[in-house]
């Protein structure tokens, strides 16, 4: 099946440009306390998105499955316009998914924990978050905090993002812990836990994939 699929892999937001400036909105960046980030105690999120998304598409490409990054390696793009190659790419060259990475902010530093969302609903995209969950759990859950709605029956939650509303194929959102909560986003600076976040996101294609 993997000739007939594609991941389309969005980083969000911004990221560093070629000048080691942060290219999205302060409301995506933390300062700490304490501790040592990206630049000092700066928590970017562009850049951790970047991080993982990349570790994602490299695990893809050793297992010969299709990935299209709709992302920019640093700038900012709209949404329209990520949303507008996955959809393009999914009429005209393969069938597949779309994955939006991100990590939460509160804007108290309190709230810890991770999250996946699709839009409302029942569709396929509920297989897809379930599949992702149970791995998270899996690889992650005795490190760090799995927050659910559990109301329907499954573990993501529900809303009207952009690129889970106007993508014309399965998709969700994943929020990897709060970067404004110190612990979780030193957790998100250890190596193995990204790596063990992007092996749930591969699992998570393999397991759609063979549904």
């Known amino acids: 099946m993997t000739e007939n699929f594609c991941v389309f892999l969005d980083a969000g937001h911004g990221g560093l440009d070629k000048d080691g400036k942060y290219t999205t909105a302060p409301s995506k960046m933390y300062q700490h306390s304490r501790g040592n980030f990206h630049d000092g105690r700066f928590f970017y999120e562009g850049v951790f998105n970047r991080a993982?998304?990349?570790?994602?598409?490299?695990?893809?490409?050793?297992?010969?499955?299709?990935?299209?990054?709709?992302?920019?390696?640093?700038?900012?793009?709209?949404?329209?316009?990520?949303?507008?190659?996955?959809?393009?790419?999914?009429?005209?060259?393969?069938?597949?998914?779309?994955?939006?990475?991100?990590?939460?902010?509160?804007?108290a530093g309190a709230a810890r924990g991770f999250e996946v969302y699709t839009s409302p609903g029942v569709t396929a995209s509920d297989a897809m978050a379930e599949f992702h969950w149970n791995n998270v759990k899996d690889l992650l859950g005795d490190r760090i905090s799995m927050r659910a709605d559990t109301?329907?029956?499954?573990?993501?939650?529900?809303?009207?993002?952009?690129?889970?509303?106007?993508?014309?194929?399965?998709?969700?959102?994943?929020?990897?812990?709060?970067?404004?909560?110190?612990?979780?986003?030193?957790?998100?600076?250890?190596?193995?836990?990204?790596?063990?976040?992007a092996e749930a996101q591969v699992r998570t294609v393999i397991n759609f994939m063979n549904r």
Do not use: Q
């Not at 695990?59 to 010969?64: E, M, N, Q, S, T």
């Not at 690129?163 to 600076?189: G, I, Q």
């Open 52 to 107: 993982l998304t990349n570790r994602v598409a490299a695990k893809l490409d050793k297992l010969g499955i299709c990935n299209i990054m709709v992302s920019h390696e640093y700038v900012d793009i709209s949404l329209e316009y990520r949303v507008d190659v996955a959809n393009w790419h999914y009429r005209n060259f393969r069938k597949g998914i779309y994955i939006s990475n991100h990590a939460n902010a509160s804007g």
């Open 151 to 197: 109301s329907d029956g499954d573990h993501d939650k529900e809303a009207r993002f952009f690129v889970l509303t106007r993508t014309v194929m399965p998709a969700m959102l994943v929020e990897h812990l709060f970067f404004d909560n110190y612990d979780d986003a030193s957790l998100l600076m250890d190596d193995e836990v990204v790596e063990r976040f």
